[in-house]
């Protein structure tokens, strides 16, 4: 284009001037680090935190191609909003600035005498000094779970520091709101969810004010894999959106009962996806109408079982464990302010100390919810569920080669670490003490190498737990600053908020903006390879996500197709007949006659390649069985055999073979029936 000549033109520059006037008086103020540097915003609240952290961002892929970068795959920004409101004292951010978000809870001052929360979860009286900015004094720190840790610059500090994945867990409980001394707002889960995924658009918006517009800002919420990588391969940070409640839905159960219904699975599953959210647990803390939980320990156990019996009606109900996964213990601590909610009369049980396993599982409803799930590309958060339910829901995934599996922070039985693996799931730890975090990241390093995936880490964050407490300033490979990032290509001093200025060493994990210098104290205790596995979480993260996206349901090649079997088991009332296994419903079933050596035979019409046969088992199962083919009826070959046949849904995967027929031969009985299949599926992926 040409270029236009200059005309002056005063009344231009009087609005010019008149705008920007406006523009400082509604917008943040000038900082004194304002630069032209794209990650330094141009204006910035007055006063603020420091960030503490020089050099430019990495940006784009490595040579593979792969984003880098760190993952937190469970943290609740805005839990300050769950809970009644006054549960979590402090805010992400406010438009009035730092002095208004980081004060604590107006029931704290004078002392925190009424910090009840505080000495019901974390011991001693709960007092504190309440005073947040300018001198944090006694807040954050690592062992309060009552304040806000997740402040805006904070959680800068960490994406500067090579972060790229933040997963914000949008979070409540309303029996601990309704039963909690303090509130300001509704308990309605669902309002508070909402709530919280607005705040985080609005943050969202807040940041980018400060960069000059709509999409300027590092922090991204990005609600697709592809989306995510863009804004990794620009050196900000994805934010994506998931849930943890305990009654998602209005699935409660009452006297188990259930309290909602499968158009309310639905129609709650398309409100949360329409808002962003692309994972969520199905239970957290109280077994509902979907599925039963991994019980807390500890006095805070106790009073998460008060809350069970208030919310449900009956308290946790455990048996002894059928294989080497199990909840966790169940140890009678007391919790004296939570047990005088009780109705008189009523006390917690006692628990043997030989069965710790959650009699509840994934119900239909929780399997509905499943599948769901699937169906939406939506990835299910595993932690919280109780080993039954998480068997399940590994069976379900592994029937349909589904991958959207996380374990987010530790809170499954390890033991299905391989399962989760091999699904092409992603699991990251809870963020524990460097020591405890590197010795655990050594034992399953070997299946990240076998599985050629990287880890991550779940900060919890605002999460009622307990952060990593200082090692010492006398400890060994102390964390010396200021220190290099990871890629190495910004420096990180230590971090100062108004009066105070943090040091992991002396101060432990306070707040999110101490998750570089945490990840610098693992380098120096664990050793660079545990931190080169953390650095590949963001890719693998997006693998996880992606491949979730891009499922496709496998063709059922047995639907329909006309099948015989060895013998049939004989009702008065209904039809075992063969073909009851190939109809398309668990609503019917194959049963046997009641011996071992019983087959079922599926005739798939024409010979396709066959990969993968899932069987879902009624109560008559086999315990040894094995997976026959053949493409004339006549001469057969065993493509997949195994002697522990549990039940439930198995999934028997091998290597592709052309076959009409399939076939399923009993070979020993897990039970006094005989074999009993509801539905057979052979697929060709």
């Known amino acids: 284009m040409p270029e236009r000549p200059y005309r002056r033109r005063k009344h231009v520059t009087v609005v010019s001037l008149l705008l920007l006037v406006l523009a400082m008086a509604l917008g943040p103020a000038p900082s004194s680090a304002a630069g032209t540097d794209w990650w330094t915003p141009t204006a910035r609240p007055t006063p603020d935190s420091q960030i503490n952290v020089t050099g430019e961002p990495f940006k784009g892929t490595n040579a593979k191609g792969e984003v880098r970068g760190f993952v937190d795959a469970h943290d609740h920004l805005f839990s300050n909003e769950a809970f009644g409101g006054r549960l979590i004292c402090g805010k992400v951010f406010s438009d009035a600035g730092i002095a208004e978000a980081l004060k604590d809870c107006p029931e704290h001052y004078p002392d925190g005498t009424l910090a009840i929360f505080d000495y019901i979860t974390n011991g001693g009286d709960g007092k504190h ?66 709530l919280q995924a607005k705040l985080t658009y609005d943050l969202q918006a807040y940041i980018d004010k400060m960069y000059g517009g709509t999409g300027k800002g590092w922090f991204r919420i990005v609600t697709d ?9 620009q050196g900000k940070l994805a934010v994506i959106l998931g849930v943890e409640t305990s009654e998602p839905f209005g699935c409660k159960q009452i006297l188990d009962i259930s309290q909602c219904s499968k158009a309310d699975i639905d129609a709650g599953l398309d409100e ?61 601590a007391a919790a004296a302010k939570a047990e005088d909610d009780l109705p008189a009369g009523v006390d917690v049980p006692s628990y043997a100390a030989d069965a710790q396993c959650n009699v509840r599982g994934l ?43 996380i374990s987010s922070h530790s809170w499954m039985d390890m033991n299905w670490t391989e399962r989760v693996y091999g699904l092409g799931g992603f699991i990251t730890q809870y963020m524990h003490g460097s020591e405890g975090f590197s010795a655990e990241a050594k034992r399953t390093d070997a299946l990240r190498d076998k599985y050629g995936v990287g880890y991550g880490f779940g900060t919890d964050m605002n999460g009622v737990g307990g952060w990593p407490a200082p090692r010492g300033a006398d400890a060994p490979n102390k964390v010396t600053y200021p220190f290099k990032s990871v890629d190495g290509g910004s420096v990180i001093d230590r971090q100062t908020t108004g009066q105070q200025t943090w040091d992991l060493n002396t101060d432990g994990a306070a707040h999110y903006g101490l998750v570089p210098d945490w990840i610098e104290d693992i380098r120096l205790v664990g050793g660079q390879d545990v931190v080169d596995d953390l650095f590949r979480g963001a ?24 099948a015989t079997a060895s013998s049939t088991e004989w009702s008065l009332f209904t039809s075992y007949a063969p073909g009851r296994a190939a109809d398309g419903t668990r609503d019917t079933r194959w049963a046997s006659g009641w011996s071992d050596d019983q087959w079922l035979r599926i005739d798939l019409g024409s010979t396709n390649l066959v990969k993968r046969v899932t069987l879902d088992w009624e109560r008559a199962y086999g315990k040894a069985y094995r997976i026959e083919l053949s493409t004339d009826g006549v001469n057969w070959q065993t493509a997949w055999t195994t002697t522990s046949g549990d039940g439930g849904l198995d999934t028997a995967q091998f290597t592709g073979t052309p076959a009409r027929y399939v076939r399923i031969h009993g070979v020993d009985r897990g039970t006094d029936w005989g074999y009993s299949l509801y539905e057979v599926g052979v697929y060709s992926s």
């Not at 294989?323 to 966790?328: F, V």
Request: hydrophobic share 35%; charged share 20%; proline share 3%.
């Open 272 to 332: 949360l996806y329409a808002l962003g959210v692309r994972s969520m647990f199905l239970c957290h803390k109280f077994d509902n109408a979907l599925c039963g939980v991994r019980f807390d320990s500890g006095s805070l156990g106790t009073a998460i079982n008060v809350g069970q019996f208030l919310s449900t009606g009956t308290f946790w109900k455990t048996e002894k464990c059928t294989g080497p996964q199990h909840d966790n213990p169940i140890n009678g």
């Open 225 to 233: 894999s592809a989306q995510a990588r863009e804004v990794i391969k």
């Open 363 to 405: 119900t239909d409803l929780g399997e509905y919810a499943v599948r769901g799930m699937m169906k939406r590309k939506m990835m299910l958060e595993i932690d919280h569920m109780s080993v039954k339910a998480t068997g399940r829901v590994l069976d379900i995934f592994e029937s349909a080669s589904y991958p959207g599996v």
């Open 539 to 562: 890719e693998s993260y997006l693998d996880t996500w992606g491949a979730s996206e891009r499922h496709q349901a496998g063709v059922n090649l047995a639907k329909g197709a006309p």
């Open 129 to 194: 000094d309440p005073v947040g900015w300018p001198t944090f004094k006694d807040w954050p720190r690592h062992n309060s779970v009552t304040h806000q840790q997740n402040y805006y610059a904070w959680v800068e500090r960490a994406w500067r520091g090579g972060q790229r994945v933040l997963v914000n867990d949008l979070v409540t409980n309303g029996v601990i709101c309704s039963v909690y001394f303090f509130k300001d707002r509704s308990c309605d889960e669902m309002t508070s969810i909402r």
